[in-house]
């Protein structure tokens, strides 16, 4: 009888044994949605090394593709990183958690001059943590253009469609560069602006080669095309991987953008996520980012063991006269949403 009882203890043991270890498996997994290529390799190793929480990353193109899916609830993802004017639109539409800033022992790493700009997307910095900023701009071989180039005109130059030219397959950024060249608001919601923004980038467009992001980066290091709109961030690796390609903030000014760490409502492993904010912006991890990306790091801490090269470098860390003359994008509101596909649409053709 007591072998009888004792077995059925066994038994009931290892059923919760089983059952418990299945519950702590299911939380030490964290689902990452982030853009394609945005991230060392390393930094996720060495976190599920620290942690024994595994990263399982799905990517995306474009923040609307991303916003798409998350605002459908088609997806179970428990930290996501975006931009700026995304964070605050998923904010209007109540999609994101506060994160509780609290659990963050590396916070007072984060620049403060950053996070006063990021506010205006997220007041009270409540919604989101800066992984990244920087700027738009245009990568050229300067094999195939010799005379270098300076301005977004560039893009409009017929002696550069033999060689090729991209542009950015998204609507924000490609409307920007005819924006800034109109003298019109990066946020305007005007549809009279936005007819002028189409006129000037059908005037362009036969001379376009593709619209492209992260692939643009391999056309141009490959010479498939002689010059593209580019993020700044893909400079420093551009320029490794081939010495003839230069990159400018065109004169005219640009946009400025954050990317940033958010928790989406119905995140089922907050802890995990805050754990990883935490993880990417101690001193050490913002610097691992830097060198992996090149982008600006928003980490005053991190910015400290920063080659002065690097910071000395205005394609990567822009002077104020040339931030000066850029802005950020923002929210405008369904409608405007709306202006926007209508005119990308006709702009496209698809």
């Not at 007041?123 to 700027?135: A, D, E, K, L, V």
């Not at 002077?319 to 209508?342: I, M, R």
């Amino acid at each position: 009888m007591k072998r009888f009882i004792a077995l059925i203890l066994v038994l009931v043991l290892g059923v919760s044994a089983l059952l418990s270890g299945c519950g702590k498996k299911g939380d030490s997994v964290l689902k990452l949605y982030n853009y394609g290529d945005y991230m060392d390799p390393a930094l996720l190793k060495a976190f599920e090394k620290e942690t024994g929480i595994t990263v399982k990353q799905d990517t995306f193109d474009t923040n609307e593709e991303m916003y798409e899916i998350i605002a459908a609830g088609q997806s179970q993802y428990d930290l996501i990183i975006c931009g700026d004017y995304t964070i605050e639109k998923m904010i209007a539409k109540e999609l994101l958690q506060p994160i509780d800033q609290s659990k963050l022992k590396n916070y007072g790493n984060l620049d403060a001059e950053s996070m006063a700009k990021l506010a205006q997307a997220d007041p009270g910095n409540r919604y989101s943590i800066p992984y990244t900023w920087g700027t738009l701009g245009i990568m050229y071989n300067t094999k195939m253009i010799p005379e270098g180039v300076s301005s977004w005109k560039d893009l409009w130059n017929p002696k550069y469609q033999e060689g090729g030219i991209l542009m950015q397959n998204s609507v924000r950024d490609t409307f920007m560069v005819a924006e800034v060249l109109l003298g019109i608001d990066m946020n305007t919601v005007s549809e009279e602006d936005l007819k002028k923004v189409v006129e000037l980038l059908m005037e362009q467009k036969p001379l376009v080669q593709g619209w492209q992001n992260d692939e643009a980066r391999d056309s141009i290091i490959e010479e498939n095309a002689a010059i593209s709109m580019m993020y700044s961030g893909e400079y420093l690796y551009c320029l490794g991987e081939n010495e003839d390609l230069a990159f400018c903030i065109p004169e005219e000014g640009s946009n400025v953008w954050f990317d940033c760490f958010v928790i989406p409502k119905g995140s089922q492993n907050v802890s995990a996520a805050e754990q990883f904010i935490d993880f990417m912006i101690r001193a050490e991890n913002a610097l691992a980012t830097f060198d992996y990306l090149g982008y600006p790091i928003p980490n005053t801490a991190a910015l400290e063991m920063i080659d002065k090269e690097y910071l000395e470098d205005e394609n990567i860390f822009p002077p104020q006269e040339v931030l000066d003359k850029c802005d950020v994008f923002h929210y405008l509101g369904p409608e405007a949403d709306e202006l926007l596909n209508k005119y990308w649409k006709m702009y496209r053709g698809n």
